[in-house]
């Protein structure tokens, strides 16, 4: 890494959990929206990123 730090991929992170069995629909408002639902999805792939720093 050139500059020291990372990219999470969260447009990923919603395919797999659409994948997974979760409704698009609660995850998107609009075509690139997320919706308010999806704020814990994004918590959790956040903690799950920080726990591997530390």
Known sequence: MKFGYGY????????????AGIDHDLLYDDAMHPSPFVNEFIAKGLINAFDMLW
Request: hydrophobic share 60%; glycine share 0%; aromatic share 24%.
């Open 8 to 19: 999470i991929d969260f447009q990923r992170y919603f395919a797999d959990a659409v994948a």
